[in-house]
Each structure stands twice: as structure tokens, then as C-alpha cells.
């Protein structure tokens, strides 16, 4: 199994960025996926989610009118695109394969995103 993003970088407030995590080793499509983030000193926090299906979508509070997540199950991938950026924004991003029926859940290594002028 291996989740592998990328993507990040250094932007400028207000910025945009889009974030890839492509999967192998499991069947995608059976899955959901989410992104986190944790920034230094914070614990991990979610931020975006998108069902197995790619019908239903939730977000942070936080990120919302933001951030979009979206997957194509042909590609086994999954992306967030991050517009608007803040410094707040700043932290290591992960992606997250779940499916809660078999209690499984996988991590990619994450890809850190810094929001600085």
C-alpha cells in the first residue's frame, strides 16, 4: 500500500496550490479520502473529505469556499485544490485512505505547504 502526494510548496498569501496524492496497493475506488494537515506545535487536524463515489464532500470550517477536494477513481488519485491561502494554512498535508466497514485506514508521508510573503 502507498499514498504518495505532492504538490506543496512555498506560496504567497493568497495564493493557490493544488495538492495530488496518487494510491497503489488497495482498490481505490472502495475507499474514502481525506486530507490533513498538522502544523508545527498543533495536533493533526482534517481538513477535507470526499466519499469512495466522489458524491459527497465535507470540510473544515476553516477551509471552506477555499478548498476543494476531488478524486478520479481512473487515476487513483485524489487532489485539493487550495486557493486563498493564509499563513494559517501553513503545515505538512496527508493524505488518507479509509473504509470504515473493514477498520482500515492508510497514510501517505505528507507534502508541506508554507504560506509566507
Known amino acids: 500500500v502507498q499514498l504518495v502526494e505532492s504538490g506543496g510548496g512555498l506560496v504567497q498569501p493568497g495564493g493557490s496550490l493544488r495538492l495530488s496524492c496518487v494510491a497503489s496497493?488497495?482498490?481505490?475506488?472502495?475507499?474514502?479520502m481525506s486530507w490533513y494537515r498538522q502544523a508545527p506545535g498543533k495536533e493533526r487536524e482534517l481538513v477535507a473529505t470526499?466519499?469512495?463515489?466522489?458524491?459527497?464532500?465535507n470540510y473544515a470550517d476553516s477551509v471552506k469556499g477555499r478548498f476543494t477536494i476531488s478524486r478520479d477513481n481512473a487515476k487513483n488519485a485524489v487532489y485539493l485544490q487550495m486557493n486563498s491561502l493564509k499563513p494559517e494554512d501553513t503545515a505538512v498535508y496527508y493524505c488518507?485512505?479509509?473504509?470504515?466497514?473493514?477498520?482500515?485506514?492508510?497514510w501517505g508521508q505528507g507534502t508541506q505547504v508554507t504560506v509566507s510573503s
Open positions: 496497493g488497495f482498490t481505490f475506488s472502495r475507499y474514502g
Open positions: 470526499i466519499a469512495n463515489a466522489g458524491g459527497s464532500t
Open positions: 488518507n485512505a479509509f473504509r470504515l466497514a473493514i477498520s482500515v485506514s492508510h
